[in-house]
């Protein structure tokens, strides 16, 4: 397979798997390219994301870390400082707050602080989101607390052919990105063409075309609002999906092109909606759509409590009928 | 003018690992053993210990039974009863040992592995099934036998160990606090803070400090260049290295670090080598990271085989008692086989319960409108 | 001073003053109550809010700690485990990080993953906000951070009375409390009245009447926007100001009671506006206010960028003039 | 059945702060020292150092012009030029020593006092400035001098310098890398971590303590029990008490410290034994937390006084050459003074600059926006 991918043929890969090549191929292109993070070496990470690099890149180019996650974003710091552009696996989402103090006051000010002198092209991957039936911190979205810090970006794709190109700019880009990889998708199989640059980073991209009101989501939940736009098809309501893909910065020109059109925005995400993502979708849609909207923007998302036991992340996931509620609501107004 | 570097001169280094010479000790033993793998009692100058025969046959007992339920969880595990299950095989001896050297008004902050150390505080096993079967984040109530919720984001509860006994000394009881975690928490900035909270303080808590080899994947030198144990004299309190699957050894190096701060003297640092025998969790595949060979090293050295051994040697353990404790495993297993089965998954509106003590609007709004939503498919339904 | 507030007599007292008496009240009623935090004892706290409890309460309850956020937070909640009410001082916002993990991952989620069974009276006094001509990490305003963390309650006093009874409140509480000091208004004067409670602790307070526009904030942008009301009049423009006070929960129903009045809400706060507090009531206000808003809920706060050099806080801090051009362009709608 | 705890009755503890013993170590002189505070030299069994005239009269004017920046900058700050400024006034020996022993391609990771060690950098004093008078957040640019910024989140620097030596290892070059942290520091996360992680890869980096005694308020027995430079040992690589008023044995310490990072042998930490002669910053009030008699004594001490007692004794400074570095000294603060006026502030648009390297739609958006805003007034006032 990794000799298709070479040639550039497109391929259907499982979601972790495009990031797998994706990772291949920046390290094969850059030697400053550098794996870090807990259990990525033998073990290729929990999820397999960095299976075979360390076989084939060797110990000092994809590096099992100390169990200590201040400590690995804080050596790819220095690591960065001295030229190198680190990707560092947390290995999951509920375990990246031991780090936040060194992105937050380090990696996303570091930049700003020397005038631009230094640079930091560090990216770091989250595995994120529920609905794998884990324990405790194994299951959250918590993407709203580094799309809020300047200096940082935030990105997510929802799909494989994203999934490697997105990892590629990530690893071009000179800035620090959080790379939300949306785990419960990791083996879902897409086409990944390898040739084709699907687009700018931080670019949403319309997915499906709709007249009567706009759902917009990002990373695991592009799914559910495709199922979701398919079942009111049936019903002949018209429904566009935005894959926002970037919540930092996020393209609102695009949103707003489309509400121009649909006059109704429904944001969906797993994260806790108050002060989620879709906040600020819904603050700016209608500061810049006032006229436009026949309805407020609507929210579908967690809830404000702890994501709870896996028995019951069914129930406290966004799906099908609770966007599809959210969308009959925002219809009658 | 710049003072010169005598190195500017010198030749690009060559060994870019050198590794560290390990500091000879010459003083004490690197491992405190009271018991060999043979299951021979051997004496320590500075640990001793004196069990009755029945204090010797319940240590037995608890870490049969305790590995007898480790075995049941994991077979449920594969049942589909739970979603994930961390396996204590092989640390039988650290957490059992260690376990009842405590007092009932100590208290335990464990890590989520420390099955063994729950049996021997009297909280019932199925109720640490709850997390791993996901119907709650921890099934028991903390105050009721003394020992903490299992906490999973690693290290964090050597600080609310030490906090507490930071408590214990301001409430002026001679109760003693004790931590577990594992050998990669140790590199954990949390479990450093807590040493130095607890030394500074002089906080009467035992880090117990299980180094089963491995964290997940990671040998313990990904961690640390030099013993666990010596991380402790740094920060100003004693390190002891105790065999992990020595029972007795255990029990003894935990009672007199207890002691110790019972008495005031402040934290110690037990490091007890052991050996993860199973996977990290049912998820986990170790053929990917480790030998086979290493594995079946650490099998001779087993710490339930070694005390039958020496308590059958001894006369201690007759076939009738191995008899009985095999039918009380029996016993045991099914118990956990039926409570699983009649577990009951949660109520759905308990997401919204126990978030806030005092309540939050919010919450009260959201748990509104979803039970409104919920009631809406009852209405289509009806 | 501290035998008249004893008596119950009302006083005009600095903000920090008021922090401190309410700090010793507490500490006579509760043994059980603790001061932790890095150089709270003899010196006082680098604002003085502890100023002489040390003295008179002793080392043992009120407590220097080493110089480590997750340790002095981490041993709060093992406190707090105790049956202590440990109150700790973040001797500065941008040095709360470090103990972000501990916040998030354990305050906050402690009680519930206890189904209830253990409570966590934690108060985390952070004194927040620019304006002081301070150096880098002393200025920020991270309170959206904490807000959208369930378990956690969020809080800011505008003034000294609310600063002495949010304190007694917040300490009363068994939910931790993130308790935000405007430091600049730390030497602002006002009346505290020690006998009567002010309301309770998470209501929002309308501190000016007026029937064009409502202006939300709190902390130290309630007196800005009182201020600009103040202008505003002079101009012939009648603005409503509502003191937030809480920003978890947000007490939605006085600013939609206000809102469905004047059909014009602006929203202020120092924290970067992308993701604050503020995309929360825009969102929400609108969803609830939907026919009643005569123009979108506008924002002003900081910028996505990190907190500016001192020189440049002025210009970075939103002040009478951006307010009141925001309500400029909320009013020509 | 439980193992019964011999501890079970023992009394109540009675001293709940029993403080700790600290440990002898009869095999080395606990301090460092090549030059006591009466200015004699001395010798010592593990550090050398043989230096030319010109070298120690180089190391006493690094000394007297950094004190004299010093002096200056906090004048400055009392003038309203700096909203503040943290002295180093007593720690110019630690720093000097320290920074003379680099080489140019070694890297720096300061904390906030290191105006030493950037002298010896050669970055430019008024550089320094910028951050304390509020016109940025760290005036100059890392690379050129290899100096990375001040750092005030206390500790970070720490994972950043280990980070940065472990890439010098990488690239197969024989610099080093050190790390500047004060006592206060040694409790953070960070430092620990960073202890952990540059043993475990074996990276060049000094960690470099200057214990001044103090954090703001708290001394250093609010950190730890035992003293620090034994923090290392447990982390597997030595550790070394330095008189840290003593210019010739923290140069001779860290040199060696950095040519065996240069061997590939890893980390050391060194803690320069100093003390903060003035307050924190120009904020503090020590009058509030310390005795005048502490400062006093240590007065004796004196890291410049001892240096110019030797070489005038010695004849290695006469007065000429003391009166010539009286008058350079005017100059250097002549040269602050005039530059600190005419430091021109930022431009408002500069809030919207450097925030990302690649530019983000957001930041573009706020700038238009703010940039519009501040035209109306403009138009305004036309
Ligand atoms: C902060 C944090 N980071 C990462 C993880 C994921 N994780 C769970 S267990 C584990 C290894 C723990 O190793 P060790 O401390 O030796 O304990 P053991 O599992 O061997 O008992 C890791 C990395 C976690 N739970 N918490
Ligand atoms: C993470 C963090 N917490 C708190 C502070 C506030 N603070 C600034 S300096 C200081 C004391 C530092 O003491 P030490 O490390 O000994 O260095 P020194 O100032 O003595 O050189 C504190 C608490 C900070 N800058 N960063
Ligand atoms: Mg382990
Ligand atoms: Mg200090």
């Known amino acids: 397979m990794a000799a298709d ?92 707050f031991p780090a936040y103090d060194q992105i937050v006051t380090q990696l996303a000010k570091m930049h700003a602080r020397a005038l631009g002198k230094v640079k930091l092209p560090v990216v770091i991957r989250i595995p994120y989101g529920g609905g794998i039936g884990a324990v405790e911190h194994h299951s959250e979205s918590p ?45 879902d199989k897409g086409e990944v063409d390898t040739e084709s640059i699907p687009g700018p980073l931080h670019r949403a991209r319309t997915v499906r075309e709709g007249t009567d009101l706009t759902l917009v989501a990002y990373g ?20 566009e999906v935005v894959d926002l893909r970037s919540m930092s910065p996020i393209d609102f020109d695009t949103v707003q092109g489309s509400v121009e059109r649909t006059r109704r925005l429904v944001v969906v995400h797993e994260a806790p909606v108050f002060l989620g993502t879709g906040a600020e979708l819904a603050a700016r849609i209608t500061e810049r759509c006032f006229y436009h909207l026949e309805a407020p923007v609507l929210r579908v998302g967690g809830f404000h409590a702890p994501y709870p036991p896996a028995r019951l992340e069914e129930e406290y996931l966004p799906g099908l009928d609770r966007v599809l509620d959210a969308v009959d609501r925002a219809l009658a107004y | 003018m710049t003072v010169e570097s005598t190195a500017a001169r010198k030749p ?71 979603g994930l299950w961390a396996s204590l095989l092989g640390q039988e001896a650290a957490q059992i040992g260690s376990g009842r050297a405590l007092r009932d008004d100590d208290y335990v902050f464990p890590t989520y592995r420390e099955h063994g150390v729950a049996w021997c505080r009297g909280v019932d096993p199925t109720n640490l099934l709850g997390m791993f ?36 000394a301001k409430d002026g009881s001679d109760a003693a606090v004790i931590a577990y975690f594992g050998d990669g928490a140790s590199s954990q900035g949390d479990v ?53 699957n020595d029972v007795l050894a255990c029990l003894a190096v935990t009672r007199s670090a207890l002691e110790r701060a019972r008495r005031g003297e402040g934290p110690t640092l037990v490091e007890a080598f052991t050996y993860r025998m199973g996977a990290h969790t049912t998820s986990d595949d170790p053929t990917k990271y480790r030998r086979d060979e290493e594995r079946e090293a650490w099998e001779a050295k087993d710490p339930i085989l070694r005390l039958k051994t020496y308590l059958t040697a001894e006369g201690i353990a007759d076939d009738g008692f191995l008899a009985e404790l095999d039918r009380e495993s029996d016993g045991l297993a099914q118990r956990v086989r039926e409570a699983i089965r009649l577990m009951p998954d949660p109520d759905t509106m308990a997401i919204f319960e126990n978030v806030y003590a005092d309540g939050h609007a919010l919450v009260d709004e959201e748990r509104a409108e979803f039970a409104a939503y919920q009631a809406s498919f009852a209405e289509e339904v009806s």
Chains 1, 3 share one sequence.
């Not at chain 1, 390219?33 to 994809?62: A, P, S, Y």
Request: proline share 6%; glycine share 8%.
């Open chain 1, 143 to 187: 993407e709203a607390l580094f799309a809020h810090v300047a200096g940082l970006k935030c990105v997510s794709p929802s799909n494989s052919a994203d999934a490697y190109w997105m990892m590629q700019q990530a690893i071009d880009s000179d800035d620090p990105v959080i790379f939300f990889e949306p785990k419960r998708r990791y083996w």
């Open chain 2, 192 to 244: 450093a803070e807590a040493f130095t909270f607890s030394a500074v303080y002089n906080a009467p808590v035992v880090f117990f400090c299980q180094n089963n080899q491995w964290a997940i994947s990671e040998p313990t030198e990904k961690q640390t260049r030099v013993p666990l144990y010596q991380r402790a004299q740094g920060y100003g309190f004693p390190g002891v290295r105790v065999d992990g």
């Open chain 1, 220 to 239: 695991p939940m592009v799914k559910v609002c495709l199922e979701a736009a398919a079942a009111a098809a049936e019903e002949g309501k018209s429904l």
């Open chain 2, 12 to 82: 690009r280094r060559t060994t870019k690992r050198a590794g560290a010479k390990k500091p000879p000790d010459a003083t004490k033993p690197e491992l405190v053993q009271l018991l060999t793998p043979e299951g021979k009692r051997v004496e320590h100058p500075d640990h001793s210990i004196d069990l009755t025969d029945d204090e010797l046959r319940g240590l037995y007992r608890d870490m049969v039974l305790t590995r007898r339920f480790d075995a049941e969880a994991t077979a449920l595990q594969r049942q589909g009863e739970l």
């Open chain 1, 5 to 96: 991918i070479a040639a550039g043929k497109p391929q259907k890969l499982p979601l972790a798997k495009a990031i797998n090549e994706s990772l291949r191929k920046a390290m094969e292109n850059d030697p400053k390219v550098l794996i870090m993070g807990e259990d990525v070496g033998k073990l290729g990470g929990v999820f397999r994301v960095t299976d075979g690099l360390q076989k084939d890149f060797g110990e000092d180019r994809v590096v099992d870390t100390p169990l200590a996650e201040s400590g690995i974003v804080g050596t790819a710091i220095g690591l960065a400082l001295r030229g190198y552009r680190p990707v560092v696996e947390i290995q999951f989402d509920g375990f990246v």
């Open chain 2, 133 to 168: 079967r996901g119907v709650n984040n921890g099934g028991w109530d903390p105050n009721s036998n003394n020992f903490h919720l299992y906490t999973i984001v690693i290290g964090s509860q050597a600080l609310h160990a030490t906090g507490y006994a930071m408590g214990v």
